[in-house]
């Protein structure tokens, strides 16, 4: 256990349909990551928040996509409208920045599998 | 950002030291090689980072030459729990500010009895 939470675990939905996840990081971290990976693949960044503030997007995140960070605590990430593609494990990950400022250590969840039928 | 070669898999038994090379030839001044670890249905764990020459820690040692254009991994003695996926990224430069991480294939290490 790395301290970094995830509900749901799993996340079974038709095609069309809206999801949303949660990730609770560790307390102390200001950093927040999001990650997708598909099967057999090594998982994708999708975004990344400091705080409260939403600093970076990767162009794999479709206008479908938003995740939010109210109060730099929680994070949440949105699908609307969803697709077959969009079956995969998602990821949170968080890290500290204040300590050592080139550290690449981020601390996963256990990710949410979401499966679009 | 530097683009990482690790090979696809690799075997081994339970007690051996397993040595798993990154070629990374492109990295710049400012970025790290960091590795992590991956089992079934779970995230990613943070192994080691080094920038040059070695690095060891309770699980593992990091070998870095000083072209800094590869590196190793180094697992002693290891055990069936061993069997993961290991991922060598090269870090800083372009992920910048975030420090995003972008993660490769990997390597599926199979540890046998």
């Known amino acids: 256990d790395t301290g970094v939470s995830q509900n749901p675990r799993h996340k079974i939905t038709k095609r069309g349909q809206n999801v949303t996840f949660r990730c609770d990081p560790i307390?102390?971290?200001?950093?927040l990551y999001w990650y997708r990976q598909t099967l057999g693949q090594g998982p994708e960044f999708l975004t990344y928040?400091?705080?409260?503030?939403?600093?970076?997007k990767s162009r794999l995140l479709s206008d479908r996509f938003s995740a939010e960070r109210p109060k730099g605590s929680f994070s949440t990430l949105e699908i609307q409208r969803t697709e077959q593609g969009d079956s995969a494990m998602y990821l949170c990950?968080?890290?500290?920045?204040?300590?050592?400022?080139?550290?690449?250590?981020?601390?996963f969840g256990p990710g949410t599998r979401l499966t679009v039928t | 950002l530097a683009k990482t070669t690790q090979p696809i898999s690799m075997d081994s038994y339970e007690g051996q030291e397993v040595n798993i090379t990154c070629s990374h030839n492109n990295i710049a001044t400012n970025d790290y090689i960091t590795w992590y670890q991956q089992f079934p249905s779970q995230g990613p764990r943070f192994i080691i980072q080094g920038y040059k020459t070695k690095v060891t820690n309770e699980v593992a040692s990091l070998f870095i030459p000083a072209d800094r254009k590869s590196s190793t991994l180094s697992l002693p003695r290891v055990s069936l729990s061993d069997t993961a996926v290991y991922y060598c990224l090269v870090v800083g430069g372009d992920g910048g500010a975030t420090n995003k991480l972008i993660f490769g294939t990997g390597t599926l290490l199979a540890v046998q009895p």
């Open positions: 928040f400091q705080n409260e503030a939403q600093l970076e």
């Open positions: 990950a968080s890290s500290f920045s204040g300590k050592t400022p080139f550290s690449y250590e981020q601390y």
């Open positions: 307390s102390e971290h200001n950093r």
